[in-house]
């Protein structure tokens, strides 16, 4: 056990480390605090955070499957579809002839099952026929953007608005209307955040999650049914991104198929920053929903101060490469160094040594 | 000035600190010309640390490392090796998807004007292994090769090097025994041209075979120095852990009426139309050499690889269709083999390791009962005896006896009524491995059937009431608790190794 003074010592530094995410929110709130009067007003903020929210939920989808040791980058084609058969559905199916409108609850619910849906392929894909998850879900990145491009020829549905007549109006609502001055997006956030965060936390799925992600075999001979598992991680995250599918048409009022391209890369990032790690294990939902909002914050605040689009995207890619150096920085750290031979960052080293 | 015996590599009180933590407290270590030097000492003792230091891989705090009389210092492994020194770490360190001979070679190859000598390369590695009498073609895959055969190769690099001074962190922990006296003839025909070894083992009567000087480390400090012929094993023992070395004996008194696990001619992966049962109360040693099929068997009863035919019952019942979960349920499970990889969740604490077999077992509603949690895992750090701040004390903070001990009493905490434990000592020192004998006696006496494996005699002349002898599969012999270890030995197909 480290003795208690070297605790002292390093409080400051592993404080500041472990905060990171936290902190680089407050940096970006303050900087563009200072560079534009309008950031920092609450309805700025409340705008920004519906964009959150949209990365926030996908982020959270995601990070239940890079606990799992694995990667879904088919939750961009996946909201995009999402919104793709939302809007189909707003504008009526025909059956026997006759165009029927379901209600909006029914939209959301078949939605949510699609999505849901998918999750379970790419969760099978991976579990029963150990594909590798990036090279599963890159087949089905591709396979759901091209179904979500053909069922609208490539086109945006541009009204969701429903019709009274029709009795299915209020799609909207998720994406404009406010309770309590909060968005409903923002809302929807905060109980898909909540509901991830007790489920990783108080339950035992939960805890297979964690101990499947950070050592398969262990944890096979314990006893966890990590194949289960590791279906139903897809499964969630797929859940996640149709739901972000309905907040952000709802938020736009139209869907179009090519929505929410190289979103899967965002919600990547998202889980990063807020410091989990990508071989499993490590990471939780307060992480993942800082790192959301750092991206969000710092993007949308870029765009107020007026900085170029291009140089948004340079301003990320700074930020998570920043972010996963400080995660190796920590997770290095916290290896036993006293006995390198249990531990898996000493074999360069001993290759080194003999090679 | 090259006589045999003089000192050419030596540490002048090196001391190496992490933190506020001193992992070595001012050793002095001397290595002599052609001569084997072994390094006793529990887990934790620092001898790894030393090793690390004398071959580059870190930096003493203080002290100086002494080389033909000069003060050195390495800053890489790359330099110590420049100066002639070597070492075999524990841990393998091959590529699994290179041959042999790339392996040989990795980060040294061999140039011509163009590319890579291959021919050359591949000649040299054939000198090696013909040296080391072990027939393996250059263009093998490590892969394809038994873990004792990719030691050899492990060893085969060092060699390569032309090291003037060897170091052997546990070269023989994957070796069979006839490996091991191959090893051997190797290590005394480089002592013999110079070559200087250190060698480190918890194999102690091994390691006394081979070697010229005895040096005990402990905390962090020599606690003993001495030349073969002055000491034996009680000798290291009693310096190594300071009391006396006794792995205990059959428990007296148990019930042992009722068959707790029958095997009935169980065929799988290995393992060869076996038969076995163990009864409630009882401990039964199963002993062989690596690839006997020990493991092979204890992972089909436990349900992580299928058996092709046969039945395993649990009290009677058949379990051989269920999954390992559900075993878990009816009251078997294992501890696996290899703690690092198929024991612990190196993410998790100490306390979520304890409680990850049983975790279903204090769910309230739907959820985790926290302060069930706790109860457990305080029990289970009580029970096992572990040594820890805490359950939430990182799971790597821990020496490699008081995580096999989380390992078992992870198990014992599902309330088990047979328990398979394939090579429980494996890695952990002589102190920790007497207090899990112990262990498992005590929950023998109380009912718990106990079926654990082994490649040291010694430790199947303990606690067991009956040793079990695997050959290619099958039972080769079973004796009772008074047998010798020749016996054992010969009927495992081990020569006796002088």
Known sequence: MKPPDRDRQMNVGKLILEGRAFLALLVVIVVFSLLSPNYFSVSNLLTMSSHVAVYAVLAIGMLLVILNGGIDLSVGSTLGLSGVIAGALMQGVPVFGVRLFPSVWVVVIVTCAVGALIGLLNGVLVARFRVASFVATLGTLYVVRGIGLLMTDGLTYNDLGGDPALGNTGFDWLGFNKLLGIPIGVLVM?????????LLSRTVFGRWLYSAGGN????ELSGVPVKKVKVWVYVVSGLCAAVAGLILSSELTSAGPTAGTSYELTAIAAVVIGGAALTGGRGNVRGTMLGA???GFLSDGLVIVGVSAYWQTVFTGAVIVLAVLLNAVQYGRKRPRKKPADTPTDTPKTLASVA | MNSAGEVVLSARQVVKTYGSTRALKGVDFDIHRGQVTTLFGENGAGKSTLMKILSGVESPTGGEIVLHGEPVRFDSTVAAREKGISIIHQELSLAPNLSVRDNIFMGRELRTRTGVDFAEEARQTRALM??????????????????????????????????????????????????????????????ARGVSIVYISHHLEEALQVTDHAVVLRDGAIAATAERSEIDLEWIVRRMVGAGFDLGEPP?????????LSIENVVADGVDDLSLQVRAGEIVCLYGLMGAGRTELLEAVAGRVPIESGTIRLAGQDVSGLTIAERIDRGLGLVPEDRQRDGLVQTMTVGRNLSLASIESFVRGAFLSRGAERRLVDGAIHDVRVKTAGGDAAIGSLSGGNQQKVVIGKILATGPDVILLDEPSRGIDVGAK???????????????????STSEVGECLSIAHRIVVMRRGRIAAEFDAGVTKETIMAASGEAVVA
């Open chain 1, 190 to 198: 905060i109980v898909v955040a909540a509901v991830a965060s007790v």
């Open chain 1, 216 to 219: 398969e075999r262990a944890a």
């Open chain 1, 293 to 295: 909002f750092v991206i």
């Open chain 2, 130 to 191: 013909t040296e080391l009498q072990e027939d393996i073609d250059p263009s093998t895959l490590v892969a394809d090769l038994r873990l004792g055969q990719q030691q050899i190769v492990e060893i085969a690099r060092a060699l390569s090097v032309n090291a003037q001074i060897l170091i052997m962190d546990e070269p023989t922990s994957a070796l069979s025994a006839a490996e091991v006296e191959v090893l051997f003839k190797v290590i005394h025909d480089l002592t």
């Open chain 2, 252 to 260: 007296a008194g148990s019930q042992q009426d009722q068959v707790a």
């Open chain 2, 434 to 452: 007497g207090e899990v004998f112990r262990l498992l006696a005590e929950r023998a006496k109380a009912g718990l059937a106990v079926l654990y």
